[in-house]
């Protein structure tokens, strides 16, 4: 390399050049989001028939598709629409009929019988029976099958021999006739229509046989199913509409189908090019812009909040083993300031219960933060500290474990900087979220940590029960991360799962909530919630408190002549390509 | 010549399997539990125990590596039925049988996810070569032939700029610019016609093709400058040959030997290599699915893609030293 | 170390004197910026760091680069992180240098010869070992490893033992090395370093450079390897070995010497791959902890915000390309000067 002054200008050059086009870049930041593509008939509310319903995501769906084993949260919504339960959730969290017409309760609580509709037909077109429905739950809970969540199912009589001492088959699913299903509990127990209406035991075809394989193609009698070739792995999953669906008229789309894999500010773009329908997955610069706009906030909505995180703190751990100091953490929070990490998305939380769960009350106070009162739980706990000087405090080391991706690795710093003006030193570690997993559930592991706990059903108990009883409590498995043991709690958890009375119940909740809020296993801190945007020719689309994307009645109003493309990867591509040599701005002139 | 090739292989063989077993065992001693990972956080402990020895990861250690090279390959029927249990998992060359168990995530084949894959990292690891080759052989021509003009200094700055930005920022850089700003190519993904396949493959390629362009630019530049001063480069000139006949007949063609072995070194290194930049732009290849079979602990699928890439280096390896032995006679013995 | 003629060749080289002034630079900032610096990196501002609608506030007259996403000052976590990436940088390559020269020298130096026998006994002890084990006999496999590696133990170490028993192919230690560079090449990079960093309790920039070196070794050894192989065979080196002097002082006092000009200049690039190789860990969440200010996390927590307060992203990635380009055109001068090419 031969240099001399001219090589160096020529690189500054260079350097000068793409300075200048990221200038260009920078100043061209701000522009204003396209309008929103109209109804084709604002006016009218009758649904009509047709259409994709186009929908994306971050994420890939990776499991499988079948209701008895799904355990991550991407393909809920798909497995919603192809399978139809017994009972389902409303708009308000409460369980209502679907494939059942009705249900009675025995006078002794313990026996639900539930009246199936008749003629409704699986995908496959055969009826759906009462025997589809005991084969379906007993394929679901049967011990060869990998369900994560057939010990929520404990309630029903026979499951320990059935799952545990090889019994041929589960004695409290009993087949009354063609139509009618029994169920009998070992108790009373009001968790049961609750996890009864999740997916895992709801009907599946003749096809899935009686034993779970893992190449079975889905097949249940949602108003959705999956054709064959309909899921690209990793790519798309497209659901068509099933013409024996048992409601009447329904389902109004044609199909529904979910690209995966897509980046955040690709679905913006294609949201507004119309060629997604409804976008999930927003970043916080985005949440402010649909919300301002007057054009886009009707048609965007927040989610029903369903997950709450806390700094969990483990009480067999010095020093949270003290009370007093795990009641100085829960105040010295300062919880505003971990909702600007991401205030589109996180709101503040004091207590146990999020707000889409029923039992929830908006009136309580929990934890809060108080700075002074804060000072004297550490001065209570033998550890004054004095923030004039800065001497005091807790003199050992506190490790804190933090996790990517997500906001834990940025709550953790602020967390730092609030426990270190009590006296608390915390040396943050991140690690990976499998490596978190295990180590936050192993005892004498991690002192304090944030692990978040999010609605597998819409029950109080789904909170209390694995995060504060300490029957969960278990060597390495304990998502009691507290490893929090409350005799008091645990009575009045037992009695709440066994109170059939709404209000009795909630009322025993409450109390629950009182007791952990000031026991402060957990230093209850934030809630996150995710914005939905549709475009609006997307009519009837309301968000569920838990089903991420709730399409069974949507309907599309869309003009014929409106921009769309079947594939849109494609289109949109070349569309701003040639866009991109016709206009020197590269975007649509109705902009 | 063939006891070379014969040594050669041996020792990649032993390579390969170094790696892959050193890796069995770095993975198994990971803290976490792909069973707890398959339930989600969620799951109650008795499902996720219940999942776990379903996995059959309760084995020993020993008998669970031996078992993974018992199945790994093995001789079996050309055509596999399709209810047969045994070779379910299994890809078959003729009676050979490959099977690197099933994937805990995704439940099916590893085979069949890797065959999935594997065409996107070549596509990907295609282009990028081909942005290199085509970059960096006519930017280095051309400032040899130019050389000592502004032309010249502008591409050997350039080049040192390409070999000093780290590729994810020029990744970041080249989205920001291409796909948000100009909207011009997409700004990640692999897309669903081949249509879409070829422009999203662009910026991925630049990203991964800007370095090995650098390289090769300079590379090729030294090589022609010092070919085109002898002598018969000279006498072809004094013959009345045009410039450009000289340049390629004579110095090119020279000068592309060195570029040759880089070349093939890149190609294996690209294959599974491309971590970084398959992550940024979302390119469902090889690499990609490293990370989060990581992330997973999806120890079979992991493995599978241990195996595949350390294959893929080692071979390009052993494949360029046969070339410097078979070009260069001074390195034969 | 440059003696009188490569110091000029180097001061007339533009290039390499703007390499050098950007290293001297960027050692000045690490030095100095922190201590000019008026906030502290660790603390949020939430009065004058964010802005009215919830977002960093930009590059002002108090916050010289703008604020991060957690509404720190950037200026200071930039400095900070500047010793913390030259640190790193500096002391993993002199560990991976000195590491890859060791080895290259040493393996370049065998190249060829005869090495020791791997008795064929011993090596039909080791299938076998891999054989049981396959089968599913834990123990007995172990037995058979160790029986194998006893025999080898024993050959190795008394070389009068007869041919029949000592019979098998040859290895010599330049074979070895190089298979243990090529494993270390064609292993994957993030389980390695995933596993490192799972098994260190904790993540200082001591373990993080300890880990850097011990990966980076491989591509010098390579290098080093070739350039004995040249060296080795020039008069003065035949002319000791005649002379009857060890190997430690053939390699201490006629090898190193001549590849050293390759060597430093091997570590000077180097240098800038490691501060790119400690980005690439912290961005991807295996590096030092949070809240340390270091480049790659800058980098890392700069993406979710670059429309919103694109600085978070150009000030760290900035830094970077100017470092590994000053390091770049350094190593480049450097060899220059020590290597001139007749031009």
Not at chain 1, 445 to 467: A, H, K, M, R, V
Not at chain 1, 525 to 546: E, K, L, S, W
Not at chain 3, 101 to 121: C, F, H, K, N, Q
């Amino acid at each position: 390399m031969r240099s001399t002054r001219r090589q160096i200008s020529a690189t500054g050059r260079l350097v000068g050049v793409l300075t200048a086009l990221a200038l260009l870049g920078l100043a061209a930041c701000r522009e204003p989001l396209e309008p929103p593509i109209g109804a084709a008939h604002p006016g009218e509310t009758t649904p009509r028939r047709g259409g994709k319903l186009r929908l994306a995501s971050i994420g890939d769906l990776r499991g499988a598709l079948d209701p008895a084993t799904s355990a991550e949260a991407l393909g809920r919504g798909a497995i919603e629409i192809m399978f139809a339960g017994l009972v389902d959730y409303d708009e308000a969290a409460h369980v209502v009929p679907d494939l059942a017409s009705r249900w009675e309760l025995s006078d002794d609580g313990l026996s639900y019988r539930f009246f199936l509709r008749e003629g409704a037909r699986f995908h496959d077109g055969e009826e759906v029976t009462a025997d589809d429905v005991r084969r379906s739950i007993e394929r679901a809970l049967h011990p060869s099958t990998p369900n994560p969540w057939a010990s929520l199912y404990d309630m029903i009589a026979g499951y320990d021999e059935y799952t545990q001492k090889g019994a041929a088959h589960l004695a409290g699913v009993v087949v009354e006739g063609r139509y009618v299903v029994s169920i009998h509990l070992h108790d009373k127990d009001a968790r049961f229509l609750p996890v009864l209406a999740l997916p895992t035991l709801r009907p599946v075809c003749k096809s899935a046989g009686e034993r779970y394989s893992d190449s079975w193609a889905p097949c249940g009698a949602g108003p959705f199913r999956l054709e064959a070739g309909g899921w690209d792995h990793g790519r798309s999953l497209t659901l068509v509409r099933h013409e024996g669906y048992f409601r009447p008229g329904l389902p109004y789309l044609d199909a529904v189908q979910w690209t995966y894999g897509m980046n955040m500010m690709t679905e913006r773009f294609k949201l507004e090019a119309g060629d997604l329908d409804i976008v999930r997955d927003i970043s916080q610069a985005d949440v402010v812009r649909f919300q301002t706009d007057q054009r886009w906030n009707p048609l965007s909505v927040f989610e029903p909040v369903r997950s709450i995180y806390g700094e969990s703190m483990n009480t067999e751990m010095p020093p949270f083993d003290n009370v007093e100091v795990r009641r100085a953490v829960a105040a010295a929070i300062n919880r505003e300031h971990y909702r600007e990490v991401r205030p589109s998305a996180v709101t503040i939380s004091n207590q146990a219960i999020p707000p889409a769960v029923p039992g929830y009350d908006p009136t309580f106070r929990g934890q809060e933060y108080d700075y002074p009162a804060a000072l004297e739980h550490m001065r209570k706990a033998g550890y004054p500290y004095d923030p004039a000087t800065g001497r005091g405090g807790y003199p050992g080391e506190i490790t804190y474990y933090a996790y990517r991706p997500g906001l834990q690795e940025y709550t953790a710093q602020l967390l730092q900087q609030d426990l270190a003006k009590i006296g608390l030193q915390l040396t943050i570690k991140l690690v990976s979220f499998p490596t978190f997993v295990a180590l936050a559930y192993r005892r004498k592991t991690t002192q304090i940590s944030n692990p978040g706990w999010t609605e597998d059903y819409p029950d109080p108990s789904d909170f209390f029960d694995p995060l504060f009883d300490s029957s969960a409590i278990n060597e390495d498995q304990s998502q009691n991360s507290a490893f929090y043991r409350n005799p008091r709690l645990d009575e009045i958890l037992a009695r709440a799962r066994h109170e059939l009375d709404e209000t009795r119940r909630f009322a025993l909740y409450g109390e629950a909530n009182r007791i952990v809020c000031d026991d402060a296993p957990w230093a209850f801190t934030h809630n996150y919630r995710f914005y939905i945007v549709h475009q609006g020719y997307v009519r009837d689309y309301r968000a569920h408190p838990v089903w991420p994307e709730n399409v069974g009645k949507t309907w599309l109003d869309r003009a014929a002549d409106a921009v769309s493309s079947t594939s849109p990867g494609a289109a949109a591509s070349w569309a701003s390509l040639t866009g991109a040599l016709s206009r020197p701005s590269g975007r649509r002139a109705s902009h | 010549m063939i006891r070379l090739l014969a040594r050669r292989l041996a020792w990649a063989v032993f390579v390969i399997w170094a790696v892959t077993s050193i890796a069995f065992v770095v993975n198994n001693v990971l803290p976490s539990d792909p069973a707890r990972m398959i339930a989600g956080p969620q799951a109650r402990p008795g499902d996720v125990a219940r999942i776990r020895k379903q996995l059959g990861l309760e084995q020993p250690l020993g008998q669970q590596y031996g078992s993974f090279l018992r199945r790994l390959v093995h001789t079996g029927p050309t055509t596999v039925a399709p209810d047969d249990k045994e070779h379910a998992n299994c890809a078959t060359f003729g009676p050979i049988h490959l099977d690197l168990g099933r994937s805990y995530q995704q439940r099916r084949p590893v085979v069949v996810v890797l065959g999935e894959r594997l065409p996107r990292t070549l596509w990907l690891a295609a282009a990028a070569m081909l942005a290199q080759v085509l970059l960096g052989v006519a930017t280095g021509v051309f400032a040899a032939v130019r050389r000592n003009t502004v032309w010249d200094h502008l591409a050997v700055g350039g080049s040192l700029l390409g070999i000093s930005a780290p590729t994810f920022l020029l990744g970041l850089g080249l989205q920001f610019l291409f796909a948000h700003e100009l909207r011009w190519l997409p700004l990640d993904g692999y897309g669903l016609t081949f249509a879409d396949h070829a422009v999203c493959v662009v910026l991925p390629a630049l990203t991964l093709g800007i370095f090995g362009a650098a390289f090769y630019t300079r590379l090729v530049r030294d090589e022609m400058i010092g070919l085109m001063k002898r002598d018969y480069v000279r006498t072809a000139r004094a013959k009345g040959l045009p410039e450009w006949k000289v340049i390629t007949r004579h110095a090119l063609r020279n000068a592309l030997m060195p570029l040759v072995t880089v070349i093939g070194l890149d190609l294996g290194a690209l294959v599974g290599g491309a971590i970084v930049t398959e992550t940024l732009f979302r390119w469902p290849g090889i690499g990609a699915l490293s990370v989060t079979a990581l992330l997973d602990r999806d120890g079979p699928v992991i493995m599978g893609t241990v195996l595949l890439t350390s294959t893929a280096i080692v071979l390009s390896n052993v494949a360029v030293d046969l070339m410097y032995a078979a070009l260069d006679p001074r390195v034969r013995k | 170390m440059l003696d009188v003629r490569a110091r000029k060749r180097f001061l007339k080289n533009r290039g390499a004197v703007v390499g050098a002034a950007l290293v001297v630079l960027l050692v000045l900032f690490a030095i100095f910026g922190p201590l000019v610096a008026t906030h502290d990196p660790l603390q949020s501002d939430f009065q004058y760091g964010i802005t009215g609608d919830l977002t960093p506030s930009g590059p002002n007259a108090r916050f010289l680069f703008g604020a991060d996403r957690l509404y720190r000052d950037e200026f200071v976590r930039l400095a900070f992180g500047a010793r913390l990436s030259l640190f790193i940088a500096l002391f993993a390559t002199l560990i991976a240098s000195v590491l890859g020269a060791v080895v290259g020298i040493v393996s370049g130096y065998y190249e060829g010869t005869d090495g020791i026998r791997l008795p064929w006994a011993s090596l039909g002890s080791f299938g076998g070992a891999l054989v049981l084990l396959v089968l599913g006999h834990v123990r007995p496999a172990e037995a058979a490893l160790c029986l194998g590696l006893g025999l080898l133990a024993i050959t190795a170490l008394v070389p009068s033992l007869p041919v029949v028993v000592r019979r098998g192919p040859r290895l010599n230690l330049d074979t070895a090395l190089m298979r243990v560079v090529d494993i270390g090449l064609a292993f994957p990079f993030l389980l390695l370093v995933m596993a490192i960093g799972a098994a260190l309790d904790r993540t200082t920039a001591t373990t993080i450079l300890v880990t850097l070196g011990l990966t980076g070794w491989l591509g010098a050894a390579r290098v080093m390897r070739a350039k004995t192989l040249q060296v080795r065979n020039l008069d003065f080196v035949a002319a000791a070995r005649a002379l009857g002097q060890s190997t430690p002082s053939i390699l201490l006092r006629h090898i190193l010497p001549n590849v050293a000009g390759p060597l430093i200049v091997i570590a000077t690039i180097s240098v800038a791959q490691m501060v790119v190789a400690e980005a690439v860990l912290s961005y991807l969440g295996v590096g030092m902890s949070p809240p340390t200010p270091t480049w790659g996390h800058m980098l890392f927590e700069g993406q979710d915000y670059y429309l919103a307060a694109p600085w978070l992203l150009i000030a760290p990635g900035a830094a970077i390309l100017l470092a590994v380009f000053g390091f770049n055109l350094l190593g480049e001068g450097l060899r220059d000067a020590l290597d001139p090419q007749t031009d």
